[in-house]
């Protein structure tokens, strides 16, 4: 088999939703950070194929190998066939609640990885190679005996235990293993930053899978999504798992960084972050199917980490409520299939996005529609972002696509101005809290106003990306979304339309915008999904929303998983991966499809929006 350096839609992911590692379709681990998700890299050849390190294990003559999920978890099966034989590689981080992590003395991190021969005989190759600290620092790998082999570095002791015998090579270790049909290896790989480090021997790790599958398949379950795309959801659901931070409930836009949005090009960011301007289409993606437990720790974890930087929101916050770390290039590796550079921290938390307050508004709106509630120190929080609505929804931004550069005054982010009023009257008027009227009101109205005097072209039939512009954005699109208008009413069907001719791709694919920053990227996953739910919400037939839908799950990779971008044409999956946005409009564009086909609002609990001349004498 080809030895090809792999490509962005040949990984899989594990995780234990503290940290998470991307495995190849050849059987390497090529990422994984540790302890945490933002931690320099242990295995980093998914930036740097000569000098990330790794850790692979597959037969050597390998003639093919294929692989899965085990139904409904995220424990991944990968089968490799040679001339002799096959074996099952089974890859898992082992999954516990944090109750049963303080109860037991468990592994700080662990990555377990089964390999057992199902029929003939095989040689497996394994290539131990750890390279810390994205491959700057240089540290020994020493026997201990029974205690497998140990690494201390600054992240901590690492420690591979495996019944194998596995050679010094270099800084790492390399081994081939004889199995015959029946037989089995495991490696059970930990670090400890703290002493005293707990070591499983390598046996346990068939009960460590037994009860990571259970753990995964009665989560899975409680997803009450019943609809015809359940499978994909479902696997959405499990990547939102992974991608959430247990401790605090935060989300993650995605495990990795620099994963290049053109090939080859340059636009490669740090997505190891939670970005705000996620947050109320995340809050109604797990509310709505179910995962109640999680959309809450989520909006929890909002409103804390924005009241640290309170009056003002960041753009994006660690998993702890943080600003994110500055931003820096790392010039001694080469890049994913050579696209440079590699960027750690990201340096869009520095600019300012007026969108983010309708986005926190809105995930505490969900919320309280889901059955929650508002204590009175979140009520005057939001209370307070409404009042800074009002001050500053005339200013200029960067906007959702966070453009490097001169502010400018985006459509969209007018329009999540009005949603953050809109949203807080909506409280108010449901009394679950009690807000300014008059002045939220009149603000509303203002900004409907400048928004269809200035956000729409009536040479072009068609709402636009910037006040007085003449192009279009996709993110216009969600404008029916934040109920500011009917997906039917005229102006957004002419928008739908000059969005379709301008920015379409084809096979359900769709561009952001037009633009420097934009020229040989892929399309956008994300924005295709939010097209499929416009024509869900009345924009469209049901037959063509699904069609729409039908040809973007095609563009998943061969596990159900999606990249921020997607290549038109060739299919290929560009820019970080898996992406959370990606997959949480997955999930939005399936429950609305379903509520379009039941006849149940799009949007539940929420008026119809109201007619632009009648707001605008309130």
């Known amino acids: 088999m080809n030895r090809e350096e792999p490509r962005i839609h040949d990984y899989a992911l594990v995780g234990d939703s503290r940290s998470a590692a991307l495995i190849s379709r050849g059987g390497s681990v090529d990422w994984l950070c540790w302890p945490g998700f933002d931690s320099p890299s242990l295995f980093g050849a998914l930036l740097d194929a000569r000098e990330g390190g790794r850790f692979r294990i597959a037969p050597a003559g390998m003639i093919g190998a294929e692989r ?88 901590g002791l690492l420690t591979l235990r495996t019944q194998a015998t596995l050679e010094p090579a270099a800084a790492g270790a390399r081994g081939r293993i004889r199995l015959r049909a029946g037989e089995r290896v495991d490696f059970c790989l930990t670090l400890a930053t ?49 991608l959430s931070h247990a401790p605090s409930g935060a989300i993650l836009a995605a495990p990795t960084t620099s994963l290049p949005e053109r090939p080859g090009g340059d636009l490669n960011w740090d997505y190891r972050f939670c970005w705000l301007r996620d947050a109320s289409l995340t809050a109604r993606a797990l509310f709505g199917v179910g995962h109640r437990e999680e959309a809450e720790a989520f909006v929890s974890w909002l409103l804390n980490a924005t ?95 966070e ?59 068609s709402y636009t990306r910037t006040l007085g512009g003449g192009d279009v954005d996709s993110s216009l699109l969600l404008l029916p979304w934040y109920r500011y208008t009917e997906a039917a009413a005229p102006r957004m ?33 994300i924005c295709s999904f939010w097209a499929v739910e416009y024509l869900a919400m009345g924009g469209g037939t049901l037959a063509q929303a699904s069609s729409e839908m039908d040809a973007l799950l095609r563009h998943a990779n061969d596990v159900g998983l999606y990249a921020e971008e997607i290549l038109p044409g060739t299919g290929e999956a560009l820019g970080n991966f898996p992406q959370a946005y990606t997959h949480v409009g997955l999930i939005n564009a399936a429950l609305t499809l379903q509520e379009r086909a039941t006849g149940r609002e799009a949007v539940p609990e929420r008026a119809r929006p109201p007619a632009a001349d009648a707001e605008a004498r309130a």
């Open 493 to 525: 069907a002419g928008t739908f339309a000059r969005i379709r001719r301008e920015l379409y791709r084809g096979d359900g694919l769709y561009q952001r915008y037009r633009g420097r920053w934009t020229r040989g990227e892929g399309a956008f996953g």
């Open 68 to 155: 899965w999920y085990a139904p409904d978890t995220n424990v991944l099966l990968t089968r490799f066939s040679t001339p002799g034989g096959e074996v099952l590689l089974t890859d898992f981080m082992p999954a516990r609640s944090e109750s049963e992590r303080r109860r037991r003395m468990t592994p700080e991190c662990e990555l377990l990885r089964i390999a057992e021969c199902t029929r003939g005989q095989v040689e497996l190759e394994v290539d131990f190679d750890p390279r810390p600290d994205y491959a700057r620092e240089r540290c020994v790998l020493t026997g201990a005996g029974r205690l497998g082999l140990r690494m201390r570095c600054r992240a």
């Open 403 to 461: 453009v490097r550069g001169e502010r400018r005054h985006f459509t969209h982010s007018r329009v999540l101005c009005w949603a953050a009023l809109d949203g807080l009257l909506e409280l108010h008027g449901k009394n679950h809290l009690r807000c300014p009227l008059d002045l939220f009101a009149r603000n509303r109205a203002l900004i409907r106003a400048e928004v269809e005097r200035l956000g729409y072209s009536e040479q072009l039939g």
């Open 194 to 242: 703290r002493g005293p480090a707990v070591l499983p021997p390598p046996e346990d790790s068939r009960s460590a899978l037994d009860s990571t599958l259970r753990f995964w398949l009665d989560w899975a379950a409680r997803t009450t999504y019943r609809g015809p795309y359940r499978d994909e959801v479902v696997r959405s659901a499990l990547v939102l798992k992974l």
């Open 307 to 401: 009241s640290r930087s309170w009056p003002e929101l960041n753009v994006l916050y660690d998993v702890y409520g943080r600003p994110a770390m500055r931003e820096r290039e790392l010039p001694h590796l080469e890049g994913h299939r050579g696209a440079r550079p590699i960027r750690i921290g990201n340096e869009a938390a520095a600019q300012r996005q007026l969108d983010l307050y309708g986005e926190v508004i809105g995930a505490a709106a969900y919320l309280v529609r889901s059955g929650g509630s508002l204590d009175s120190g979140t009520q005057k929080a939001l209370i307070e972002l409404g009042k800074l609505v009002c001050e500053r929804w005339g200013q200029p931004d960067q906007g959702i696509w």
